[in-house]
């Protein structure tokens, strides 16, 4: 034991650098592992745990009538909250176009009974007083200020809330009303839209003093409502059968929001998947780059402990020897990682899941960082201690393995630069002259692959990063002719002029209604006729329908429904249950009461057959390519308004589908990913061109004797690094193509969205010449050395 204890004195005062280096390599790589491995598993769980204790609303009710009695729905047996909002609008006063008010509360159950809040600054306001308001956790950032701000809203005149189409032409015209801001707050429902800055929540005291502003002076306006039931989405059925019994309207819009948090959730886990992947990436990075330095330093104690074996030295005690230092590295290495690790954390998670967060700022996941640092030692402490141990018991009498490739160019007679470099790419050598070949080809392999299959990946990504028709939107603007069965009179006229315009492509005319599905499934339904061009319609499958009895469903809805193309659906709207063929699934417009992959297309006279009504009346307004949009927008205006009761129509710009700014959002990471990929390459190829020019020193040096030049040693490493370089194109070119393109298929029918396979060209194209040349400039050094080989020096000392 004395002996062993002088060497280790001796060891550590004699390589204290290589540890120290070997615990920042380590350190480096831990934090940045955990970090991704934590910050995905805190992402993932994000609106879960803003879910927790917030007794979240079940279904949002949607009657959309005047009057309606909302102390029935509270008797409900199934029913345990009900907090009712006005389906009336709060203008905020401010320059920053992306601030908004939430529907204001239309009782003080909400945030009490209902949607308790995560309090993250501030108080909650006080429901008596109209002048305090509590905002979204991402106003602060959007407006500049938080707590204690002032905000300054205005509500319509009563006469304005009157007004059948676009009330609020010429602005609000009630009471201003400034306030301040005393809270921000976040809920499942209160959260902030993906890709919008921020909202105020007005207290129920601004609809208690002005109901006539918010609902019209005869109420023409109605209350909506958010319901939490007992016994959470499992009483929704129940619940929907006695609504209908107690208002004997059989059609009235549920929104149930375990839908809406399905989805969400798998947001959130594409996003946790993609910050593992990028852990994952890390950690074969740190495995190829910190386990070749720690198998260099255990190989070289133990060629050093050979003098100590020969007085007695076991191999066991040998193996114990050269596993200390790398142990010794690790354990300071682990904790610096895990330190990072916990300060990244103030910046994770990343994307949507930033939004659902309910305790931003520094996070401490122990089970993941204790069980990550005390692998990372006892890792680094394995691998040292196995390459010793392997390294003891080798046979150096065991002739070394012959690669077939290298023989090859031997038997062709190829030149003996090219030889020597093959044999030492792909040979590993014996003893003091082996070399990383294995990891080395992995390395390339993976580095080339995964390169591949992340840029690959990336043009799916930046595809549906900015194309909103991958989500069904092929559309860029609609106008708006009336709700609950009243139209402007002017509806036809203005039509007729949209579609007269040169930069108007197509024109889909729309009414909209909820039929009911089974027993707990709303669907929107959409009834198309066009009095020109249609506006495409993104089908994933099938055709779109054509006659009264067919329908075309969202890709979500049929999920739902468990129906493909050719099934029969039952839907059920106001003048009865009706059977319809499903010709196709596809994706519909986004409305209010639907997202762009829920709810379901008809004929219009396929609508009219199942509803007497609809909610909503509208056209969809695609333009031509090349289309100056303002323009375009701008003569529509123009020639609306120009047709009596035209100005009643209003003409808006398409807002971009919310998805398309979730997959913005984690845009960025499919090329991290890669570059860490390319690390992996570099290193794994860099580690093995360095590691035989030292070790293999001695065969130059033979060569230089028998007559090689400089310049020829110097090939020789240039062929070594391009024959790795082929090896990592001949098998990750293919396969990070084709993984790349399975992935992304994944992630679309996930999402969902509609599925265009990525071509990234310029990967395509640049891949074999980027590989070659990094490949290339890794051997730069390495020849350069070789050139400055003394043989007589080296064979000397051989």
């Known amino acids: 034991m004395t002996l062993q204890w002088v060497w280790l004195r001796l060891e550590l005062r004699r390589r204290w650098r290589s540890l120290a280096v070997l615990a920042l390599l380590i350190a480096f790589t831990t934090g940045t592992v955990l970090a991704a491995v934590a910050g995905a598993r805190r992402g993932a769980s994000a609106f879960d745990r803003l879910s927790t204790g917030a007794l979240p609303a079940d279904v949002v009710v949607l009657p959309n009538q005047p009057g309606f009695d909302w102390d029935r729905i509270r008797a409900l047996p199934e029913v345990a909250a009900v907090s009712t909002f006005v389906v009336g609008d709060l203008a905020v006063e401010s320059t920053r176009p992306d601030i908004y008010a939430n529907f204001p509360p ?316 093959a044999r030492f790419a792909l040979e590993r050598g014996r003893g003091a002259t082996a070399v990383p070949v294995r990891p080395a080809l992995l390395g390339a392999v993976t580095g080339v692959l995964g390169v591949l299959a992340a840029l690959t990946f990336s043009s799916g990504v930046a595809d549906a990063a900015v194309n909103p028709a991958r989500y069904g939107q092929t559309f860029q603007a609609f106008a708006f002719f009336g709700l609950n069965g009243q139209s402007s009179p002017a509806t036809p006229a203005v039509l007729t002029a949209i579609a007269a315009d040169r930069d108007v492509a197509a024109l889909t005319e729309a009414k909209v209604g909820v039929a009911q599905a089974g027993a707990d499934i709303s669907v929107t339904m959409y009834g198309y006729r066009s009095p020109g061009a249609p506006v495409d319609q993104v089908i994933v499958a099938g055709r779109a329908p054509r006659a009264p009895d067919e329908t075309l469903l969202g890709v979500s809805t049929a999920r739902r429904l468990a129906v493909t193309v050719g099934s029969m659906v039952t839907l059920e709207g106001p003048r009865g249950r009706k059977p319809y063929r499903v010709t196709g699934i596809g994706f519909v417009p986004i409305g209010s009461h639907n997202g762009y992959d829920d709810g379901g297309v008809l004929t219009f006279d396929g609508f009219d057959q199942m509803f007497d009504s609809y909610k909503f009346h509208l056209a969809l307004i695609a333009f031509a390519p090349g289309a100056d949009q303002d323009a375009v927008m701008a003569r529509l205006h123009a020639a609306t308004t120009a047709i009596p009761g035209g100005d009643t129509v209003g003409v808006e710009v398409q807002q971009p589908p919310p998805t398309l700014a979730v997959i913005q959002r984690v845009q960025v990471l499919p090329l991290v990913l890669g570059g860490f990929l390319a690390l992996l390459a570099i290193g794994a190829v860099g580690h093995a061109l360095a590691t035989a020019v030292r070790r293999r020193r001695h065969e130059v040096a033979v060569l230089r004797a028998l007559g090689m030049t400089r310049p020829q040693t110097r090939t020789v490493v240039i062929a070594q690094a391009t024959l790795l370089a082929l090896v990592g194109l001949l098998f990750g070119a293919p396969l990070g193509f084709a993984l790349g393109r399975v992935v992304w298929r994944m992630v679309a029918d996930a999402t969902p969205l509609f599925y265009h396979p990525p071509l990234a060209v310029w990967a395509l194209v640049l891949v074999g010449p980027a590989t070659l040349l990094v490949a290339n400039l890794l051997a730069t050094w390495p020849g350069h050395l070789y050139t400055r080989l003394r043989p007589a020096h080296v064979l000397r000392a051989e």
């Not at 386990?291 to 007695?312: C, F």
């Open 106 to 421: 239309a009782d003080d159950e909400v945030f009490r009974t209902i949607e308790k809040p995560v309090l993250l600054a501030g108080r909650m306001f006080d429901p008596t007083r109209v002048d305090e308001v509590v905002v979204s956790a991402g106003y602060p950032a959007a407006a500049g200020q938080g707590v204690g701000g002032r905000v300054t809203f205005r509500l319509a005149s009563p006469e304005q809330g009157e007004m059948s189409f676009d009330p609020y032409a010429n602005g609000m015209q009630g009471p201003r009303i400034e306030a301040r801001v005393v809270g921000v707050i976040k809920t499942p429902w209160f959260v902030d839209p993906v890709g919008a800055g921020g909202f105020i929540v007005a207290s129920p005291a601004v609809f208690a003093k002005y109901p006539d502003n918010l609902l019209g002076a005869g109420h023409e306006r109605y209350i909506n409502a958010l319901v939490r039931l007992h016994g959470g989405a499992a009483t929704i059925p129940a619940f929907k059968v006695a609504l209908a019994r107690a208002t004997g309207k059989p059609n009235i819009d549920v929104w149930r929001r375990s839908d809406e948090t399905s989805q969400y959730n798998k947001v959130l886990a594409f996003e946790a998947a993609a910050l593992l992947a990028f852990g994952l990436a890390a950690l074969a990075a740190a495995t190829v780059l910190v386990g070749q330095s720690v198998a260099r330093y255990a190989t070289s104690t133990v060629t050093e402990l050979d003098v100590l074996r020969a007085m007695g030295l076991t191999r066991r005690q040998a193996t114990g020897v050269a596993a200390i230092g790398p142990f010794l590295a690790a354990i300071p290495g682990a904790l610096i990682g895990i330190g990072g690790a916990v300060i990244a954390s103030a910046w994770l998670p990343i994307g949507t899941a930033a939004l659902f967060e309910p305790a931003p700022g520094i996070d401490v996941d122990l089970p993941i960082l204790l069980s990550g640092g005390l692998a990372v030692i006892i890792l680094v402490t394995a691998a040292a201690g196995t390459t010793a141990w392997l390294a003891l018991r080798r046979n150096p009498a065991r002739p070394p393995s012959r690669s077939m490739v290298a023989v090859a160019t031997a038997r062709l007679g190829l030149p003996v630069p090219i030889v020597v470099g």
